[in-house]
């Protein structure tokens, strides 16, 4: 088992997350990293459990965004569809 694939094992409770459950533990990680109050080894253990969340939240977010549609509309103004939103 490569170390990625430990990290994964270690973090296994993040897929079962939301999306706003995961970003809110993150952003407690990171203020935790910012603020410089945690030794070495702890932060380590945190940074590689914000690197699991954030991967999850991307993945999240992707899953969101194949989901999401544009509506379309004739001239008139009047509904025609739906395609694909492009986020650019």
Excluded at 75 to 86: H, S, V
């Amino acid at each position: 088992m490569n170390t990625t694939s430990k990290a994964h094992a270690r973090h296994a409770d993040i897929r079962e997350m939301t999306f706003e459950r995961a970003l809110k533990e993150l952003e407690a990680i990171v203020g935790r990293l910012e603020r410089g109050d945690v030794e070495l080894e702890e932060s380590i253990v945190i940074y590689e459990r914000g690197e699991a969340l954030k991967e999850h939240c991307d993945r999240l977010l992707k899953q969101a965004e194949a989901k999401v549609e544009k509506l379309t509309f004739n001239a008139d103004g009047t509904p025609r569809g739906t395609e694909p939103l492009d986020p650019q």
